[in-house]
């Protein structure tokens, strides 16, 4: 019988197979031999492979580090129990550079022809950074008051001390001991211009109609003037980005931070990309835009230790001996004043920082 309210022949003048492939979710049959034998459009796409090609090879040859998915596969087959795994991150072969999180839910189902596995994949990568923005977005907002009230509390005595230094001055009777008191206010001035850039700038954004390939220019040459002779900065703009809102000081300043991060991460060999693209409804927090401009700094380096990527934007974070920990910090506080976000990927030989910025209205 028919579940009520659905005409028995509702769905008879559809294709199973065109209804399959109209879903979002990705759909894999798997046979005995954990082969595919059947993939939905969505699952090609979600995957990048070819059902044709994928037909007789095992399912794990289309995936990077594909062990544990493998594994709970096989046990699926010999169990025959379902199992359902969450925020399963794969990387396809066929992009190996895109990161994909997947919920999987897999089922066995037993034929005619054997036990067979239906995976449904669910792609949850989008929301997964959308999470992982918001978060950040609201940290950084917490940190940046922090940031702010200790800069107060260290100002003050720095203003005393110099004041003092600057009386003890004019007492000496020597000149050459003015030197010491030269040592001190020089060195609170240096505190003091520290403290200041942990703070970020205090003014709101001075928005004008701009092209961000004017920032990237400007960008461009500074850091070709910086770069050693070994280091290579190449551009790869695309042409079509319209104009927007923006203020260009704090983004030239937010791009150059990043450069210099991704020159100083070179030594003296390698290779630098300044990359522009335009990209459509793309999620910056918790707002959706239709039209955003990707502006990507892309290094040969040796890549973020596994143990800064989760807090790499915070102040005094950083991975060189040498380092002050705020390039970064005070890029990110730049372009989110913007109403953009930097999110960054990296592995080792190659690193891609990306500043999102949004060129028109939120939907």
């Given at each position: 019988m028919a579940p009520e309210g659905i005409a028995p022949s509702a769905l008879a003048h559809f294709d199973p197979a065109d209804l399959l492939d109209a879903l979002t979710t990705g759909i894999v049959m798997l046979d005995a031999q954990l082969c595919p034998t059947y993939a939905n459009v969505a699952a090609q796409d979600l995957l990048a492979f070819s059902l044709k090609k994928a037909r007789g090879r095992p399912f794990a040859d289309f995936l990077h580090d594909a062990n544990g998915l493998s594994r709970i596969l096989r046990r699926a087959l010999e169990t025959g129990e379902g199992?359902?795994?969450r925020e399963l991150a794969v990387r396809p072969v066929?992009?190996?550079r895109e990161l994909r999180t997947l919920d999987v839910t897999i089922t066995p189902l037993t034929g005619l022809t054997g036990t067979h596995l239906l995976l449904e994949l669910a792609d949850t990568t989008q929301r997964q950074r959308i999470t992982r923005e918001n978060d950040l977005l609201a940290r950084l907002d917490g940190s940046r008051l922090m940031v702010?009230?200790?800069?107060?509390e260290i100002k003050n005595p720095l203003g005393g001390l110099r004041g003092a230094a600057q009386l003890l001055e004019r007492e000496l009777p020597a000149a050459a001991l003015k030197e010491y008191t030269q040592v001190i206010i020089g060195e609170a001035d240096r505190l003091t211009a520290l403290v200041d850039s942990m703070a970020g700038p205090n003014?709101?954004?001075?928005?004008?109609e701009l092209n961000v390939h004017e920032i990237c220019e400007h960008v461009y040459h500074l850091v070709r003037a910086e770069a050693p002779a070994g280091v290579v900065i190449e551009r790869d703009y695309d042409p079509s980005l319209p104009n927007a809102m923006l203020d260009r000081h704090q983004l030239i300043q937010a791009l150059l931070n990043v450069a210099r991060n991704a020159l100083q991460a070179q030594g003296d060999l390698g290779r630098i990309v300044l990359r522009t693209r335009a990209r459509s409804n793309v999620s910056i927090g918790s707002a959706l835009h239709r039209l955003v401009a990707s502006v990507q700094v892309e290094d040969a380096g040796p890549g973020v230790p596994p143990h800064l990527r989760s807090s790499i934007f915070y102040p005094l974070v950083?991975?060189?001996?040498?380092?002050?920990?705020?390039g970064l910090a005070v890029a990110q506080d730049l372009v989110t004043r913007n109403g953009g976000i930097i999110e960054f990927e990296s592995e080792l030989g190659r690193t891609v920082f990306t500043l999102l910025l949004p060129l028109g209205e939120e939907r």
């Amino acid at each position: 019988m028919a579940p009520e309210g659905i005409a028995p022949s509702a769905l008879a003048h559809f294709d199973p197979a065109d209804l399959l492939d109209a879903l979002t979710t990705g759909i894999v049959m798997l046979d005995a031999q954990l082969c595919p034998t059947y993939a939905n459009v969505a699952a090609q796409d979600l995957l990048a492979f070819s059902l044709k090609k994928a037909r007789g090879r095992p399912f794990a040859d289309f995936l990077h580090d594909a062990n544990g998915l493998s594994r709970i596969l096989r046990r699926a087959l010999e169990t025959g129990e379902g199992i359902a795994d969450r925020e399963l991150a794969v990387r396809p072969v066929g992009a190996p550079r895109e990161l994909r999180t997947l919920d999987v839910t897999i089922t066995p189902l037993t034929g005619l022809t054997g036990t067979h596995l239906l995976l449904e994949l669910a792609d949850t990568t989008q929301r997964q950074r959308i999470t992982r923005e918001n978060d950040l977005l609201a940290r950084l907002d917490g940190s940046r008051l922090m940031v702010r009230q200790l800069a107060h509390e260290i100002k003050n005595p720095l203003g005393g001390l110099r004041g003092a230094a600057q009386l003890l001055e004019r007492e000496l009777p020597a000149a050459a001991l003015k030197e010491y008191t030269q040592v001190i206010i020089g060195e609170a001035d240096r505190l003091t211009a520290l403290v200041d850039s942990m703070a970020g700038p205090n003014r709101a954004p001075s928005k004008t109609e701009l092209n961000v390939h004017e920032i990237c220019e400007h960008v461009y040459h500074l850091v070709r003037a910086e770069a050693p002779a070994g280091v290579v900065i190449e551009r790869d703009y695309d042409p079509s980005l319209p104009n927007a809102m923006l203020d260009r000081h704090q983004l030239i300043q937010a791009l150059l931070n990043v450069a210099r991060n991704a020159l100083q991460a070179q030594g003296d060999l390698g290779r630098i990309v300044l990359r522009t693209r335009a990209r459509s409804n793309v999620s910056i927090g918790s707002a959706l835009h239709r039209l955003v401009a990707s502006v990507q700094v892309e290094d040969a380096g040796p890549g973020v230790p596994p143990h800064l990527r989760s807090s790499i934007f915070y102040p005094l974070v950083t991975g060189r001996a040498n380092g002050t920990g705020l390039g970064l910090a005070v890029a990110q506080d730049l372009v989110t004043r913007n109403g953009g976000i930097i999110e960054f990927e990296s592995e080792l030989g190659r690193t891609v920082f990306t500043l999102l910025l949004p060129l028109g209205e939120e939907r």
